[in-house]
């Protein structure tokens, strides 16, 4: 019976990706960004870090595409490089949220005694704005690439954790998870075979948006000069570094900063497009 | 009711201690001595082991803990390592641009989001409707900071419409420091209005296709009456949750945007305090914002008990 429900969600999940052509625009924008990143060494025309005093502040067009930075480098193939972090904190963030979330909501939801000391938790941790902890944490962890992601996780995992905890409060209570635990299938089997699997289309909703609140938040880190080492090309550390141009060469901002809400908000159609179609309840109020 | 009410005091205060045990965890993830990290690698070392005392940090953790509980209960977080002053000193002198940029930008996000939201719900599927939801998406997508940096730039160096940046100097009236906050509260107000206008929007569309709304409009009512008086009166408890929600965001955003705008706020003070590693500041700074949206979302619970007769839990 699970395995059949399971089925059919993930049916619905390729039917929805083929039909709604939002989600699909959001992925295929999404997807080009990300295949740019991936193959930066082959699209990029320079070397991100490639200075070239003599080009310093030049125009978009001609030479370079998008302009150069104030040593002379590429904006375009600094952004691309660029992408590969700010992607990477994004997926990271979404994977490692899920996990820790995952954890936390099964735990919670199906059994009573931990629901309410992980539910307190969650409460807490909701109570700090998401930029503060996370400043917090990447001043105690230190400001590498992982502990950023690290740091985002443990900022977003509330929210995957709340969104499972109620889904599992929900199926546990399922005739279909009452005769598994009848016909003495163990607990970890039926927390991951009859439990998790028929939550994950939720989940991956909610890992898209946590991917583009994460982007979104490595951004505001970068920019404040409390995120990955400066030095590292990220779309936030690219604006940090440009706003002491602004007005003079204006793309060194617009370029990373048009990258950020391009893949944002993708990530954002294609995650509302998806809870749409999974849910038709709320495709009808939201 | 009085057991509800009992209970969500309780829950409020285990919420409150557990807010208090993050905290104290956080800090202590620093690698290494937290005394030494804070006096920096030219410190001596006699100077080390007196902070490390004056801290508590020679203790055993559990005695750490229960020291670090006993002061917040009675009021005392600690002092800050660079000002040398009380933590809640200096976290109040920074507070006013922080708490006045909060409440325009909550002010300015509802003026625009409220409206969108009704209008939207009431041509629900139309091209406004579309077009609000769009937009409320980009709004959504857009760092704060990004677009503080653009507008700055157009509507105050360029056209002068508004004051750059800063508070005014240390003599500014608090009409002048107010002016200073227009256009940082516009930045975070439009940025953060896409999720109240979502919020307007979805609960509008529940209460209009309810039962005395159709029993308005059947006695032959203005429109006008029924959205606004019948329908939006309902529809607004839940956008007074959405807005007591955004506190967290804005709080994050205004940490955010205060940078842009070289404002001395909370934001400053705690980026500044990670950069010097004042971390009785982080703490308390941490306590505080997160205590604070604790306490206003327990008050607008009890709002709701107050003033919704179908509350009754």
New interface residues.
Partial sequence: MAASVSAAMQVSLWQVLIQRRSVLIGLIILAIIALAAIFAPLIAPYEPNAMSIRDRLTPPGGQFLLGSDEFGRDVFSRAIYAGRVSLSVGLGTAVLASLFGVLLGLLGGFFRRLDGPISRLIDAMMAFPDILLAIALVAALGGSLFNVILALSIVYAPRIARVVRASTLVIRELPYVEAAKALGVSTPNILVHHILRNIVSQLIVQATFIFAYAMLAEAGLSFLGVGVDPSTPTWGTMINAGRAFVGTADWLILVPGAAIVLCVLSLQIAGDGLRDALDPRLAKEV | MLRYILNRVL?MI???A??VT??FV??????GDPAALMLGPDAMPEDVVELRARLGLDQPIIAQFLRFVGQIASGDFGESIFFDLPVLEVIGQRAEPTIFLTLFSILIATSIAVPIGIVSAYYRGGLFDQGSISGA??A???????MG??L??YLA??AGWFPVSGYGGPDASFADRMGHLVLPSIVLGVVNSALII?FT??SM??VLSDDYVRTARSKGMSERRVVLRHAFKNALIPVVTVIGLTF??L???A??TE??FNLPGIGSL??GA??R?DYPV??G??LV???L??VINFLIDMVYLAIDPRVRY
């Fill in positions: 829950g285990i919420v409150l557990i807010v993050v905290v956080i800090v202590r993830l620093a690698p998406m980009l959504a997508s857009i760092p704060s900071f990004w940096l653009i700055q730039q160096t360029d979502r929007r979805a569309l529940d967290a965001l709080i994050s955003g940490v955010v940078r842009v705690v980026v990670v950069l590693r982080i703490q700074t941490l914002v997160a205590g949206y604790v």
